[in-house]
């Protein structure tokens, strides 16, 4: 039983990338001020980062790596590890499957980047709570964790990174609910309200990434936000195993993902007192489109566009090795030939496992037990999905209100609490969406939007679904998403 179905060989995984903005500023001009060493005097005030990956689990290693990457990034610049806020479930360096115990790398040829990194929040305290908490500098309100938070004043530049599995709406976390879109939003309000920083930078990756920001996120308080995706497509993972580009062979899992590997190989090398964040934004973008194939996705920018005229440097500092890297207008770059649909990233993984097993071994068959539970939760989220909006809606209907996608601008849905409402009803009856579930967020939106009861979807979710599958993808026992 070797031989699966050709949907497996056929896969492509895509993450979300995020763009920065390339304005000239008018400083480029003085001469004198390129030759200075970083000073206090470029940057009143402090920068203050916060990294978050939303995932577990070995087939998910790219985000962490990610992350960890992005931390060295920081370092480099000057930042200090005080104003670097890290949140990772901690589950990769140490993984029984990495091949490599103790390191963590996020492309084929690349050094370790898991070293030094701080374990600020990991594990269960990988939260949506503790996260607002830390965005808003309120230590009480935290559950666990180092007690590091954003405690920065009006002067302040902040520099947040997530990366992640998402949907329409949704930003993924290993424990609790998932970040919802109207939540992030408000707590980013509530932040500038407070008058703690002076900008904010937002780099964003996950599918449909888009949809966190678009018809929510002002103009006007001070925050600069790119994303991988728009609100309606995937993002890509990449360094993935089958591409020629891949990991070495002992790695069955991507190391990176697209748009976010695509903003730090840039700032690894550049000057980045003379690189904006519209520069960047635009170099992201053209390695994120995958060349205009099939994969790839739309890098977006949302929020106070003038802000992109800034230099990355006030932001994520420089690396004094690269002072001689001026920015030049071109992207060399490598492009990834062949990323991965996020939403399909953990198929990889799983058949990546199956495939290298040795025939009839015990390895081989809980490979291809955990491919078959994995495939099976899927179909069941989409056919219950599916079902549900014919019950509510008609047979020729239901597809058509569920895959609705509203007016690029508009806001996903009109009453976010019906959303969440929905998904916990859907959850009670059908077990969890989890991660893969995320791409049927929409259709929860749609549901509310065409102004379905609670009751109505408690009485459909109850008849699509007769009882919880066993399978430990659909069990409720990381809680309700919503
Ligand atoms: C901080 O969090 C606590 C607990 O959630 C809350 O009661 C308090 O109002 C918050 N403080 C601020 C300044 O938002
Ligand atoms: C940059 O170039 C100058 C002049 O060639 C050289 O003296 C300096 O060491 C270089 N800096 C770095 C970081 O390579």
């Given at each position: 039983?070797?031989?699966?179905?050709?949907?497996?060989?056929?896969?492509?995984?895509?993450?979300?990338?995020?763009s920065?903005?390339?304005?000239?500023?008018?400083?480029?001009?003085?001469?004198?001020?390129?030759l200075?060493?970083?000073?206090?005097?470029?940057?009143?005030?402090?920068?203050?980062?916060?990294?978050?990956?939303?995932?577990?689990?070995?087939?998910?290693?790219?985000?962490?790596?990610?992350?960890?990457?992005?931390?060295?990034?920081?370092r480099?610049?000057?930042?200090?590890?005080?104003?670097?806020?890290?949140?990772?479930?901690?589950?990769?360096?140490?993984?029984?499957?990495?091949?490599?115990?103790?390191?963590?790398?996020?492309?084929?040829?690349?050094?370790?980047?898991?070293?030094?990194?701080?374990?600020?929040?990991?594990?269960?305290?990988?939260?949506?709570?503790?996260?607002?908490?830390?965005?808003?500098?309120?230590?009480?309100?935290?559950?666990?964790?180092s007690?590091?938070?954003?405690?920065?004043?009006?002067?302040?530049?902040?520099?947040?990174?997530?990366t992640?599995?998402?949907?329409?709406?949704?930003?993924?976390?290993?424990?609790?609910?998932?970040?919802?879109?109207?939540?992030?939003?408000?707590?980013?309000?509530?932040?500038?309200?407070?008058?703690?920083?002076?900008?904010?930078?937002?780099?964003?990756?996950?599918?449909?990434?888009g949809?966190?920001?678009?018809?929510?996120?002002?103009?006007?308080?001070?925050?600069?936000?790119?994303?991988?995706?728009n609100?309606?497509?995937?993002?890509?993972?990449?360094?993935?195993?089958?591409?020629?580009?891949?990991?070495?062979?002992?790695?069955?899992?991507?190391?990176?993902?697209?748009?976010?590997?695509?903003?730090?190989?840039?700032?690894?090398?550049?000057?980045?007192?003379?690189?904006?964040?519209?520069?960047?934004?635009?170099?992201?973008?053209?390695?994120?489109?995958g060349?205009?194939?099939?994969?790839?996705?739309?890098?977006?920018?949302?929020?106070?566009?003038?802000?992109?005229?800034?230099?990355?440097?006030?932001?994520?500092?420089?690396?004094?090795?690269?002072?001689?890297?001026?920015?030049?207008?071109e992207?060399?770059?490598?492009?990834?030939?062949?990323?991965?649909?996020?939403?399909?990233?953990?198929?990889?993984?799983?058949?990546?496992?199956?495939?290298?097993?040795?025939?009839?071994?015990?390895?081989?068959?809980?490979?291809?037990?955990?491919?078959?539970?994995?495939?099976?939760?899927r179909?069941?989220?989409?056919?219950?999905?599916?079902?549900?909006?014919?019950?509510?809606?008609?047979v020729?209907?239901?597809p058509?209100?569920?895959?609705?996608?509203?007016?690029?601008?508009?806001?996903?849905?009109?009453?976010?609490?019906?959303?969440?409402?929905?998904?916990?009803?859907?959850?009670?009856?059908?077990?969890?969406?989890?991660?893969?579930?995320?791409k049927?967020?929409?259709?929860?939106?749609?549901?509310?939007?065409?102004?379905?009861?609670?009751?109505?979807?408690?009485?459909?979710?109850?008849?699509?679904?007769?009882?919880?599958?066993?399978?430990?993808?659909?069990?409720?026992?990381?809680?309700?998403?919503?």
């Amino acid at each position: 039983m070797d031989t699966l179905p050709p949907l497996f060989l056929s896969l492509s995984l895509s993450l979300c990338l995020l763009s920065l903005a390339t304005l000239v500023s008018a400083r480029h001009a003085l001469a004198g001020d390129f030759l200075r060493l970083p000073s206090e005097s470029d940057t009143r005030g402090t920068r203050w980062a916060v990294l978050l990956a939303g995932s577990w689990g070995y087939s998910n290693y790219r985000h962490q790596a990610d992350v960890c990457h992005a931390y060295q990034i920081l370092r480099k610049g000057g930042l200090k590890e005080e104003n670097i806020v890290v949140f990772m479930y901690d589950d990769i360096a140490f993984n029984e499957e990495n091949p490599r115990p103790g390191v963590i790398i996020n492309k084929p040829d690349g050094g370790d980047v898991y070293e030094g990194v701080p374990k600020d929040y990991t594990g269960e305290d990988v939260n949506a709570h503790n996260f607002f908490a830390v965005l808003l500098g309120n230590k009480s309100a935290l559950t666990g964790g180092s007690g590091k938070v954003v405690d920065s004043g009006p002067d302040d530049h902040i520099f947040i990174y997530f990366t992640d599995h998402g949907g329409a709406g949704v930003l993924g976390m290993p424990a609790g609910p998932f970040i919802f879109a109207d939540d992030l939003n408000e707590v980013l309000k509530k932040k500038h309200a407070s008058g703690t920083y002076k900008r904010l930078v937002f780099y964003l990756e996950a599918c449909e990434s888009g949809s966190i920001f678009e018809g929510l996120l002002p103009e006007d308080i001070n925050v600069y936000a790119t994303t991988a995706s728009n609100a309606e497509e995937s993002s890509w993972g990449t360094y993935c195993p089958g591409d020629y580009d891949g990991p070495p062979p002992e790695y069955s899992t991507c190391l990176g993902d697209l748009y976010s590997i695509a903003w730090m190989e840039d700032s690894d090398i550049h000057n980045l007192r003379t690189e904006t964040l519209h520069q960047q934004y635009k170099l992201v973008k053209e390695r994120t489109i995958g060349g205009g194939s099939y994969y790839g996705s739309h890098v977006m920018q949302y929020g106070d566009i003038d802000l992109s005229s800034d230099v990355l440097f006030q932001y994520l500092g420089t690396n004094p090795a690269n002072d001689n890297f001026t920015f030049v207008d071109e992207n060399y770059l490598r492009s990834s030939s062949k990323p991965v649909n996020q939403h399909d990233a953990d198929l990889i993984h799983f058949w990546d496992k199956f495939r290298k097993a040795p025939g009839d071994s015990a390895k081989k068959n809980t490979a291809q037990k955990q491919l078959l539970e994995v495939m099976s939760h899927r179909m069941h989220i989409d056919n219950t999905v599916q079902l549900i909006g014919k019950l509510l809606f008609g047979v020729e209907k239901g597809p058509e209100i569920l895959n609705n996608v509203r007016p690029v601008g508009s806001v996903l849905v009109d009453d976010w609490a019906c959303m969440k409402a929905m998904v916990r009803t859907f959850e009670t009856h059908c077990g969890s969406l989890s991660q893969y579930g995320m791409k049927h967020m929409r259709s929860f939106a749609n549901i509310c939007n065409a102004g379905i009861k609670n009751e109505q979807m408690a009485e459909v979710s109850a008849q699509a679904c007769v009882s919880i599958p066993a399978n430990p993808w659909s069990s409720l026992q990381r809680g309700f998403s919503a």
